[in-house]
T-cell receptor
Framework: AQRVTQPEKLLSVFKGAPVELKCNYSYSGSPELFWYVQYSRQRLQLLLRHISRESIKGFTADLNKGETSFHLKKPFAQEEDSAMYYCALSRTGNQFYFGTGTSLTVIP | EAGVAQSPRYKIIEKRQSVAFWCNPISGHATLYWYQQILGQGPKLLIQFQNNGVVDDSQLPKDRFSAERLKGVDSTLKIQPAKLEDSAVYLC????????????FGAGTRLSVL
């Protein structure tokens, strides 16, 4: 069975500190991994995908197939990064599975 | 471009009643998704359409939930009869055929079943 695990429901960091949001997955094939973000009073939106290997708003995420992880990282957190972050997995564009989410608070 | 439109934004019903939600995807998006998000959990995919055909409905409780996308554009999700545990936010999302993994979400419908 496919599963996405985000072990931290809440995460607080100080402004300027590094931040890492953890995501582990279980899947027997080659999944596509994503991070979605929901800012306060806004819609859920795509932050980044592992296949694009890009940095969005200073965030990066590397797919580690050996550890089945896709952690989201940013070297210097900003107050505007405070939001709910969801890790998600897809099988070839179908059957999307989301984690339970991590609420990130950046303390000024 | 206009985003994914959903209505109503909020709905309160009593258990055993029926309810329907409507979604209008971004123009030209062939793929449409319905998700259920229970408080404290991540979105759970209920059904995925490509045009007017169902791609995946493996997690749809078919004894009470139904969905259709008859003309391959807008879609309705129905619950009949509703149970207390159906209280959740119902999200609709759409994506373009050649970029299925980039989903655009609507604002959602918050359902409370009393």
């Amino acid at each position: 069975a496919q599963r996405v695990t985000q072990p931290e429901k809440l995460l607080s960091v100080f402004k300027g500190a590094p931040v890492e949001l953890k995501c582990n997955y279980s899947y027997s094939g080659s999944p596509e991994l994503f991070w979605y973000v929901q800012y306060s009073r806004q819609r859920l939106q795509l932050l980044l995908r592992h296949i694009s290997r890009e940095s969005i708003k200073g965030f990066t995420a590397d797919l580690n197939k050996g550890e089945t992880s896709f952690h989201l990282k940013k070297p210097f957190a900003q107050e505007e990064d405070s939001a709910m972050y969801y890790c998600a997995l897809s099988r070839t564009g179908n059957q999307f599975y989301f984690g339970t989410g991590t609420s990130l608070t950046v303390i000024p | 471009e206009a985003g994914v439109a959903q209505s109503p934004r909020y709905k309160i019903i009593e258990k055993r009643q029926s309810v329907a939600f409507w979604c209008n995807p971004i123009s030209g998006h062939a793929t449409l998704y319905w998700y259920q998000q229970i408080l404290g959990q991540g979105p759970k995919l209920l059904i995925q359409f490509q045009n007017n055909g169902v791609v995946d409905d493996s997690q749809l409780p078919k004894d009470r939930f139904s969905a259709e996308r008859l003309k391959g554009v807008d879609s309705t999700l129905k619950i009949q009869p509703a149970k207390l545990e159906d209280s959740a936010v119902y999200l609709c999302a759409s994506s373009a055929l050649l970029a299925k993994n980039i989903q655009y979400f609507g604002a959602g419908t918050r359902l409370s079943v009393l």
